[in-house]
């Protein structure tokens, strides 16, 4: 039980972010991204500049500054308001929210690991590991809410 709600804290956080970061998004402009990426790599924050961690971080935030980011803002917008809905039921233990929680992540984690390989991200497994780890977390307290409801 209390794993199941540090999994939901987690979730709620990373809805919340992705939530900002649709928003900011939309208020950040691409040459101000391009200066914040500079800045990150003109000061070795992510190792030498032609490693392979600032590699992916100037390949993930190339689409960004090119202006196009019609795709990632409602991206992130979906997915932050989904994961903060789903975590909000299942918070409230409303039964039908968790097949529905099931579904959802299971599709993330496939999307996750399709476009991990696509684009070669190093985030992208970890988050679908995670999402994997959180659907077990649900299933197990979903059959535990059953049983309970069950035997009432």
């Given at each position: 039980m ?15 972010a ?8 939309v ?22 500049p ?12 190339s ?15 979906l997915?932050?308001v989904?994961k ?24 993330f ?11 070669g991200s ?8 995670l ?22």
């Amino acid at each position: 039980m209390r794993l199941f709600r540090v999994a939901l804290l987690i979730k709620g956080i990373d809805g919340a972010a992705e939530l900002i970061g649709a928003i900011v998004l939309v208020l950040v402009s691409g040459a101000t991204v391009q200066r914040l990426v500079a800045d990150v790599l003109a000061r070795d924050l992510l190792g030498p500049p032609d490693g392979s961690l600032a590699r992916h971080f100037v390949a993930g935030t190339s689409e960004f500054v090119s202006g196009d980011r019609t795709f990632a803002v409602l991206y992130l917008a979906l997915h932050g308001v989904v994961k903060l809905a789903l975590v909000v039921a299942l918070l409230r233990r409303w039964l039908p929210a968790y097949p529905v929680a099931v579904v959802v992540l299971g599709a993330f984690v496939v999307y996750e690991v399709v476009r991990a390989v696509h684009t070669g991200s190093i985030l992208l497994p970890f988050l679908a590991a995670l999402d994997t780890a959180i659907i077990v977390l649900v299933i197990r307290e979903y059959v535990v809410l059953r049983r309970v409801d069950r035997a009432r």
